[in-house]
């Protein structure tokens, strides 16, 4: 069992201290838990990916203090200035060309690093403690439903890490939206996420590029270490446009379990859930992989979920329920 700590002062500077000397620590962002390594430390970046069992091509997210810490590990872009200096601290994940200093195990050998400053005020203390960038991938098994509190992590990694810092429950529930902005010109969205793609296009008056589509199964692609399974449950997940027939549907067949976008007007059997009360997309975002997981516990043979309009929030939303549901 890892030792679930409440972010005090006293215990961030100890864990800023324990991070310094190699260890992991599984940390709360506005997005998603993250397990946290020294980014400029490759033998504790190196246990990062033995702790998630995750390859060594899918290379990780840096976390800065400020975009002044960002000239330390990459060469910024007046494109990557402009977004930084409206999206952050928040959900924007930046590319950029990498320097020298960037462990090649952090960026799986690429020559671009990706960086990113937490709005979650825990992150913000802890990355101004540490006088280094700090890589956090999700705190999850490579390819299981991400964290979103901080129980989460302690039921995924618990036994392979030492410390977790408790922020609450994440407010957006969903990973950063990543941009390549290493040309002026042409922005390009590597990973939908929590910023929604209008906002950045309205943001930057220009079009941003979206992930392109496979031929063969409709999924965006393909940065490097996007892969079309993903924040998959154990049990079977379908995505549907829409759930019919609930009421009915639902008593007949109890094995199954129906997962929808806002809470049903009618009393509900045990094989039913919700992701809102509302039918707001920030509500849905914030609960998907809470519910998700909850699912997965009590092991449906197969978890039937509605997908949101593909608009706003939503295209993450449903990005997301679909790689869950690959096979
Ligand atoms: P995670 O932190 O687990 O949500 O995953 C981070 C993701 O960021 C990776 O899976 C990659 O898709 C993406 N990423 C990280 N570094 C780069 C990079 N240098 N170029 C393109 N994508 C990257
Ligand atoms: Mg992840």
């Known amino acids: 069992m890892a030792t679930i700590l409440q972010p005090t002062d006293e215990n961030l500077l100890q864990m800023s201290k324990f991070l310094l000397s190699g260890g992991l620590v ?37 976390h800065v203090a400020s ?19 409206a999206f952050w601290p928040g959900p924007l994940t930046v590319i950029l060309r990498k320097k020298s200093v960037v462990p090649e195990i952090v960026t799986a050998g690429l020559d671009s690093v990706a960086i990113r400053c937490s709005s979650h005020p825990v992150m913000r203390s802890l990355t101004r403690l540490c006088e280094f960038p ?19 992590v302690e039921t995924s990694l618990g036994n392979k890490i030492e410390y977790i ?23 390009r969205i590597l990973r939908y996420g929590a910023l929604s793609p209008e906002e950045i296009e309205d943001e930057l008056g220009m079009e941003a590029q979206r992930p392109a589509k496979t031929a063969s199964d409709n999924i965006p692609q393909i940065a490097p270490g996007i892969l079309p399974k993903h924040y998959s449950p154990n049990s079977k997940l379908e995505v549907v446009s829409k759930i019919l027939d609930l009421e009915k549907i639902a008593t007949e067949d109890e094995d199954t ?21 509302s039918g707001r997309l920030q509500d849905i975002a914030a609960n998907l ?3 998700l997981r909850k699912m997965d516990t009590i092991g449906f043979s197969r978890i039937v979920a509605e997908e949101a309009k593909e608009l706003g929030l939503g295209v993450a939303i449903n990005d997301r329920l679909r790689r869950a549901a690959q096979d």
């Open 134 to 152: 700090i890589a956090a991938p999700s705190a999850n098994p490579f390819a299981y439903i991400s964290p979103t509190r901080a129980e989460h």
């Open 26 to 62: 599984g940390i709360p962002t506005e997005t998603v838990y993250g397990l946290a390594a020294n980014a400029l430390d490759p033998e504790a970046s190196k246990k990062i990916f033995e702790v998630k069992n995750r390859p060594s091509n899918d290379p990780l997210i840096c």
């Open 289 to 291: 992989f809470d519910v």
């Open 257 to 277: 379990a129906y997962l929808l976008l806002q809470k049903p007007r009618f009393e509900t059997e045990r094989n039913v859930f919700w992701l809102s009360e």
């Open 165 to 187: 810092i408790d922020g609450g429950p994440c407010e957006f529930g969903l990973e950063s939206t990543i941009i390549d902005a290493r040309e002026e010109s042409s922005p």
């Open 67 to 85: 975009q002044e810490e960002v000239d330390q590990i990459c060469f910024p872009t007046d494109l990557a200035r402009k977004l930084c200096d």
